[in-house]
T-cell receptor, first 111, second 114 residues
């Protein structure tokens, strides 16, 4: 499975757009990129998943360049409640089922 | 709808004592089941995962073990706890059929070993 690398932490202010980048240089053809959000003392929650180009849902957008060696989670107009840890995972859509989280990015949104 | 429950929510155990954490999933069949551990301020460490009854894949051999006696039941055990076993334990499931990689987590069990 491709190893992921993310910034350890990021700071932002309410109302700003936040972009968190994840590198996954060894991503394979049948791997998907998935992002999770975790609040303290809770399990992570699925945010978004993509394979290439751009995916958007009501919470976030995910940008994946053509070489797929990195991905960027974009959170529009963050609020204080977006303060959390964000994890990027590479998920292999075959029979492996092994899901390994990286260290995550701790996002702090300030007033 | 599918739900996942794990218990106990919190426990304080002395070093060398046994451990049993239980997780059950409702509303789905043949789920893939996972146990993760999160030490204070750290990321999630995959401990075990299971794709079927009696099928356990171990990522962390150490002093922990897991069992899946029923399709929707996953148990994490230890015969003798270590101080380093303290942490937040999370059970999770994904669909077994039509795997998407989307994990659904339980409420977590916070273990303190003294």
């Amino acid at each position: 499975l491709a190893k992921t690398t993310q910034p350890i932490s990021m700071d932002s202010y309410e109302g700003q757009e936040v972009n968190i980048t994840c590198s996954h240089n060894n991503i394979a053809t049948n791997d998907y990129i998935t992002w999770y959000q975790q609040f303290p003392s809770q399990g992570p929650r699925f945010i978004i998943q993509g394979y290439k180009t751009k995916v958007t849902n009501e919470v976030a957008s995910l940008f994946i360049p053509a070489d797929r060696k990195s991905s960027t989670l974009s959170l529009p107009r963050v609020s204080l409640s977006d303060t959390a840890v964000y994890y990027c995972l590479v998920v292999r859509m075959d029979s492996s089922y092994k899901l390994i989280f990286g260290s995550g990015t701790r996002l702090l949104v300030r007033p | 709808s599918q739900t996942i429950h794990q218990w106990p929510a919190t426990l304080v155990q002395p070093v060398g004592s046994p451990l049993s954490l239980e997780c059950t999933v409702e509303g789905t069949s043949n789920p893939n089941l996972y146990w993760y551990r999160q030490a204070a301020g750290r990321g999630l460490q995959l401990l075990f995962y299971s794709v079927g009854i009696g099928q356990i894949s171990s990522e962390v051999p150490q002093n922990l073990s897991a069992s899946r006696p029923q399709d929707r039941q996953f148990i994490l055990s230890s015969k003798k706890l270590l101080l380093s076993d303290s942490g937040f334990y999370l059970c999770a499931w994904t669909t077994g059929t039509g795997f998407t990689g989307e994990l659904f987590f339980g409420e977590g069990s916070r273990l303190t070993v003294l």
